[in-house]
């Protein structure tokens, strides 16, 4: 009954929230795989309740690797799940390293509301928030404030009041990486 459960939520889950393709995900998973929201160990009860529209990025890790971090307890595998809010902190956090201007212009987790995200020339219009926390000092390139003019004038956005550019390659094993970057 669980691993149906489980299924059934990974794969409607799976609309581009995997770093592993979704159809391929849960055949990993054992028994009991361990659960992580936001960094912290949660149960599958608790893990099951929790809504879908609020999440950023869901993993599956199985193998060697999880069993080296987790000991026994990782034999069946993990699942990590990111929220929407932990994903933006994490995002904002590394771009705010990246440019001061950024850091200025963004000094609250709520106050880029008026902000257009562009990733690699492709507007970021829902769902971006996972993707932008998967970038990191390997795959980073550059980020730039285009201000509201040329947010008008290079990609006819007018309900903003500034744009900003990230360029970063894709991540390695992200499940349609390359339609997302």
């Known amino acids: 009954m669980y691993q149906k459960r489980l299924t059934i939520i990974l794969v409607v889950l799976s609309t581009g929230l995997f770093a592993q393709s979704p159809l391929k995900a849960p055949a ?3 028994e009991n795989p361990v659960f992580f929201i936001d960094s912290v160990n949660f149960e599958k009860s608790e893990f099951i309740k929790f809504d879908p529209k609020n999440i950023a990025s869901l993993t599956i890790y199985e193998g060697k690797e999880v069993v080296g971090i987790l000991g026994d307890r990782g034999k069946d595998g993990a699942v990590y799940m ?3 809010p932990f994903a ?4 904002q956090r590394f771009f705010k390293t990246k440019s001061k201007e950024f850091e200025n212009l963004v000094p609250t987790l709520e106050s880029d509301s008026t902000i ?3 990733l690699n020339d492709k507007v970021l ?5 996972g993707n932008l926390s998967a970038i990191n000092d390997e795959i980073f390139k550059e980020i730039k404030i285009i201000p ?3 947010l008008i004038k290079d990609y006819g956005i007018s ?3 500034v744009g900003v550019l990230i360029r970063s390659r894709v991540p390695k094993n992200l499940y349609n990486g390359n339609k997302k970057f």
């Open 125 to 129: 219009v829902k769902d971006y928030e």
């Open 116 to 118: 257009q995200y562009i």
């Open 88 to 91: 933006k902190k994490r995002f």
């Open 82 to 84: 990111e929220s929407i």
């Open 148 to 150: 509201k003019e040329d």
């Open 28 to 30: 990993k998973l054992g």
């Open 159 to 161: 309900d903003k009041s």
